[in-house]
């Protein structure tokens, strides 16, 4: 979803209101010391009467922000399990769908920090022999979605091996030669989930788990490690208000999705984990300046002429006031947007599982307001 238009007006707010977008969550689920505090539910009252004038009568999820560390606001809307009637809230455990890919970019740059890898290395050094049209291929390639791949080899929860997923990528026919066209590609971050295995000798998740998501303090983040209940775990809902299940409930092999979504979404967490995740990349504990330098450079352009870029795993949106890192998913169901304001020290972040009704609403069409409007109001409460 372009963001073109927004960057202007986004710039605009921070300049009006000395602001950033910033979402986060509350509560706190017995974190390591070194993780930030969170407080247990945290309401600004600009950013209520924002949401409940513009959320849509029947959507659902939870809407967190905060600023300089902190927690500026947490709420949750609706019903997370309508038939339960199990409201939403901070605690809520959600798919974070594309939103996944920084963490598996991620990934790859702490094997790159402990020597491991090149982001500069052809596919070729971990997949072993590949056709003559894919040799030129590198992590960066993949990473920024310039290798040239097709954007997918199947449905998201079609049975899928790694072996055949890797298989079926070697066999594809390339849309553009590797380095020189952007073109978005699920199929090119399950490779580098692949390699993340290949190279640490564990598995995606628990490579991801170890490095990422314990340091960070994050304990419910993850495929299946965390072990959830079924009550914290949101049903999402078609466009007709019909239940689909919960991520898990779909086909899934015993240690996660298969190959045609691991690596490039499908990852849940919940609104304080994305706060906490926001925090750790203040930090340097978890990726090093120059780690991150390269996952927020702004690498190549999404579209011609346009003013938004891909760095690896986050999209780019440079702008005189500081730079706007964002990532939205949608999976027809659910839709969330994770905005990070570095320079300002602040983040956003919301998610609906059910963002979509036939003729009435549908929140993709709002993902900009919603998050400008947040950003606005809890920027603005000095």
């Known amino acids: 979803m372009g963001w073109a238009n927004s960057i202007a007006r986004a710039c605009t707010l921070i300049v009006l209101l000395v602001a950033v977008f910033a979402l986060t969550a509350c509560g706190n689920g017995g974190q390591d010391p070194a993780a930030p505090a969170l407080e247990p539910g945290r309401v600004d009252p600009s950013v209520e009467e924002f949401l409940d004038d513009t959320l849509p009568d029947g959507t659902s999820g939870t809407v967190v ?54 982001v500069s290395d052809p596919i070729s050094k971990f997949v072993g022999p590949v056709p003559d049209d894919k040799r030129a291929i590198t992590l960066h390639h993949l990473l920024t979605h310039t290798a040239g791949l097709t954007e997918q080899l199947g449905g998201d929860y079609e049975v899928l091996s790694r072996k055949d997923m890797l298989d079926g990528a070697l066999e594809s026919e390339l849309r ?40 960070a303090g ?37 240690d996660g999705p298969y190959w045609n979504l691991r690596g ?33 450079k702004p690498h190549v352009p999404e579209e011609e002429g346009g003013d938004s870029y891909y760095g690896y ?16 998913g949608g999976n027809g169901w659910s839709l969330g947007v994770l905005a990070r304001f570095p320079d300002q020290d602040a983040m956003v972040f919301w998610v609906s599982n059910h963002a979509y009704k ?25």
């Open 264 to 296: 490039n979404g499908g990852l849940l967490s919940t609104a304080h984990d994305m706060f906490r995740w926001h925090v750790a990349l203040r930090g340097e504990e978890i990726l090093s300046k120059s780690a991150k330098d390269k996952m927020f």
């Open 176 to 215: 553009s030669a590797p380095g020189t066209e952007y073109c978005y590609s699920n199929l090119g971050y399950s490779i580098l989930a692949a390699i993340v295995e290949k190279v640490s000798g564990r598995s995606y998740e628990e490579f991801l788990a170890a490095q990422l998501f314990e340091p």
């Open 313 to 328: 795993g986050w999209v780019v949106s440079p702008a005189d006031e500081g730079r706007i890192l964002w990532h939205d």
């Open 358 to 382: 036939d003729g009435e609403w549908n929140l993709e069409k709002l993902e900009q307001e919603l998050t400008l409007g947040i950003a606005e109001r809890v920027l603005d409460e000095d």
């Open 218 to 254: 994050m304990r419910q983040n993850g495929y299946v490690l965390p072990e959830w209940g079924p009550e914290q775990v949101a049903v999402e809902y078609d466009e007709n208000g019909e239940p689909k299940g919960r991520p898990f409930d779909h086909p899934w092999a015993e």
């Open 65 to 118: 922000a905060a600023r300089d560390g902190e927690i500026a606001h947490c709420r949750g809307f609706g019903l997370a399990d309508r038939e339960a009637k199990v409201a939403a809230g901070c605690d809520t455990v959600y798919d974070t769908m594309s939103m996944t890919k920084q963490f598996t970019a991620a990934a790859i740059l702490k094997l790159e920090m402990m020597g491991k890898l090149r």
